[in-house]
């Protein structure tokens, strides 16, 4: 049965892949069928789906769709970068440093990513910037920030960490977070050139609208959440509806378009993914796959290897839905095995980490959203799409490879 439920999360993930499938909903329906196969009741199947996580993902979500839908924070992040003028060369660090702000005050990786990439795709265009280069920066930003604890992968880590016994991994964990984005986006930023950028297509301040009085509204009320959760210690999932409603009862937006916006997918893929994970470490399908990764690790290259798998596994499914709930469970066998010779949070950042660097690949969310937004915004053909794509997946395979070289060498260690 060990093996069984590990050959179903395998293919639920490629299924979801191959068919374009929500891998939560599969989550879901195996879960069934193995839970009856193993002769659990369905009462403890449900169980395993977190409640308590879907509520906090739900309200950060629903408000931040709010701000996206009366273009609060796209406006934000076209002021944001209109402060650079004309010095062309700090437009590509604005869009990083704004992405991983943006994305730790709340709206977490994809959000930021889908805010921030139109926008940065659109400006690559018309300021003729390369586009790989600014989409591997929304990326990394948005993935630096996202592990914040106001956001919704900070959130997940810090619940999947829970659950191996690693309790107060938030300032570790966004400080691992970031610097480790920010060292890989310093080498894209040289690799491609930023250095050394010009443009005769300037940002004004003045070209800009002003904040409606709906968007001023919004802004402050996400700033009044961030406050209450990060000084007075509120449940931000909470605080974040009750935010939302005062603003909903303010008609800042229109609530039903709101949550129309919400990514349903995205909760029922984590969700599901947990109902089915709950299973598997039941009947001892993690303590499995853990014997089998400690069979190929000796305790300086496991980072490493953790790294590079995680990184894999991105590129055909989710990093917060998927990668982190499968290996991060792992590591205290793996820790048992070995003997050490490692940290266990240094080990969950790993994971963490180099599978959000895989991102940027146009087979994840990040680098879809790169190829569709540019390809629209300039108009490219199909061989400029080609071209694209092969760089977006060069620069996430040369990531993923470059961090988990750097955990080897101690990264991770080094930063918490």
């Given amino acids: 049965m060990e ?13 979801g892949f191959l068919r374009h499938m929500n891998t939560g909903l599969l989550s879901i329906a195996f879960a069934l069928v193995l839970g009856r196969m193993a002769g659990i009741p369905d009462k403890a199947v449900v169980a395993g789906f977190n409640s308590s996580l879907f509520l906090i993902l739900l309200g ?19 002021k944001v970068v209109a402060l650079t003028g004309r010095h062309t060369p700090l437009v590509p660090v604005v869009i990083y440093l704004f992405s991983t ?3 730790a005050l709340g709206p977490g990786t994809v959000p930021t990513i889908a805010i921030m990439m139109v926008f ?34 900070g959130i997940i880590g810090k619940n999947l960490c829970e659950q191996i016994g690693l309790s107060g991994v938030e300032g570790p964990f966004l400080t691992n977070g970031v610097l480790s984005m920010t060292v890989y986006a310093a080498v894209v930023y040289v690799a491609l ?47 974040s509806f009750a935010v939302a409603a005062v603003l909903s009862f303010l008609k800042v937006a229109d609530e039903a378009e709101a949550l129309k916006n919400v990514p349903w997918g995205t909760l029922i893929l984590i969700g599901g993914v947990s109902v089915l994970m709950n299973l598997i470490i039941k009947l001892g399908g993690i ?38 709930p499968t290996l991060i469970p792992t590591i205290p066998t793996l820790t048992a095995n070995l003997g ?57 395979a040369c990531g993923v490879l470059f961090l988990s070289f750097l955990s080897w060498l101690g990264l991770f260690h080094w930063m918490l």
């Fill in 3 to 15: 093996m069984f439920s590990l050959g179903l999360l395998l293919v639920a993930i490629a299924l």
């Fill in 287 to 324: 303590e499995l796959l853990s014997d089998a990764l400690a069979s190929i690790m000796t305790p300086s290259t496991a980072t490493a290897i953790m790294g590079v798998t995680a990184g894999c596994m991105s590129w055909c499914s989710s990093t917060s839905g998927v990668v982190m």
């Fill in 101 to 103: 702000v943006l994305s």
């Fill in 340 to 396: 050490g010779g490692f940290g266990e949070l240094e080990m969950a950042t790993t994971i963490s980490m180099i599978s959000h660097c895989g991102g940027i690949s146009p087979l994840s969310t990040g680098g879809g959203l790169a190829l569709a937004a540019y390809s629209s915004a300039a108009k490219a053909s199909v061989p400029e799409q080609h071209r694209l794509f092969i760089r977006l997946f060069a620069v996430s």
């Fill in 60 to 78: 950060v979500t629903y408000l931040f769709s709010i701000a996206q839908l009366n273009g609060s924070l796209a406006l934000l992040a076209e």
């Fill in 193 to 239: 050139g930023g250095w050394r950028l010009h443009s005769d297509h300037v940002i004004h301040l003045f070209d800009l609208p002003a904040f409606t009085a709906k968007q001023k509204t919004t802004l402050a009320g996400i700033a009044v959440m961030v406050v209450l959760v990060m000084f007075f210690h509120f449940n931000v999932g909470l605080t």
């Fill in 120 to 153: 940065s795709m659109t400006l690559a265009a018309e300021m003729k910037i390369s586009p790989v280069m600014l989409a591997a920066l929304v990326v990394l930003g948005s993935s630096g920030g996202g592990v914040s604890p106001l956001a919704a992968t």
